[in-house]
């Protein structure tokens, strides 16, 4: 099992998307003012500077309580997470999607690996210490065993 603790109130992942106008190759139907003149655009969809920003201090903390030697998970994991935050309050959901895809390549290959978010994770507002509280361990169906 390794726990980790994330600094700041986590952002949500899928809150945060923001539309991002850039020059098309080719005409498309959109036209947009980009420099100093209108020009055939795409809008693309990409991830807000919060959740990037967060995204960033998250991954330096886990490189920093990373056990020396650490071989990233294999096999199906469970998950619990606390998440304390600060401000408005995050949806569960949208927790869970952030911190498995703040995961990913640290501690486990790929957030399908994620079998079971446990039953005991939640969101806890806390204005003097926002953090995110995550532990991961190897999966163990306890069905399959007796």
Partial sequence: MIHLTLPGSIRSKKNSHRPVTIPAKG???VMAWIGNKWRYA????????AYKTWELEAWQAIMQQRPPGFKLFT???TVKVLAYYKGHRPDLSGVFESVGDCLEKLIYA???QIEQWDGESRV????????????????KDLLEAG
């Fill in 110 to 112: 790929d957030d399908r």
């Fill in 27 to 29: 005409k498309t139907q």
């Fill in 75 to 77: 096999e199906q994991v």
């Fill in 124 to 139: 806890i507002h806390d204005l003097k210490n926002p953090r995110t509280e995550v532990w991961v361990d190897e999966f």
């Fill in 42 to 49: 795409q809008v693309i969809i990409v991830t807000g500077k």
